[in-house]
């Protein structure tokens, strides 16, 4: 079980039926890795919240679809956010930061 987040795309407006590689996603995600009572859905699909490296160093939170887990993933123009705090406290434990804002929806991939 995990906290459902929404889509945003650009200019703030909340994204629905966004279409990932032909599948399409109605409203958000749920986040499996944040405890929360929410089970996925066909509304909002199983994601994870990510924190990379890339070159440079600087710490990077990606969202990730489970069905992309294992692939390379690049932005698609969305981001994801909820005002649950319990995304805000994952965020916080994986960069190790504070963090207030939106994540990447990492759901391209060629």
């Known amino acids: 079980m995990g906290i ?3 889509i945003y795309k650009r200019g703030g407006e909340e994204a629905y039926t966004v279409k990932v590689n032909g599948a399409g996603y109605e409203k958000g ?3 499996i890795n944040a405890e929360g009572d ?3 859905s066909e509304e909002y699909p ?3 919240l990510v924190m990379e490296e890339p070159i440079g160093g600087r710490k990077v939170l990606r969202l990730i679809p489970v069905s992309k887990k294992g ?3 690049m932005f698609g123009g969305k981001y994801a ?3 649950d705090s319990r995304f805000g406290e994952l965020c916080e434990k994986l960069l190790g ?3 207030y804002g939106a994540v990447a929806v990492h759901d ?3």
């Open 97 to 99: 930061a504070t963090f």
């Open 46 to 48: 199983a994601a994870e």
């Open 71 to 73: 692939k390379w993933t």
């Open 29 to 31: 995600f749920t986040v």
């Open 81 to 83: 956010a909820t005002s």
């Open 4 to 6: 459902q987040v929404n």
């Open 38 to 40: 929410f089970e996925p």
């Open 108 to 110: 391209f991939t060629e």
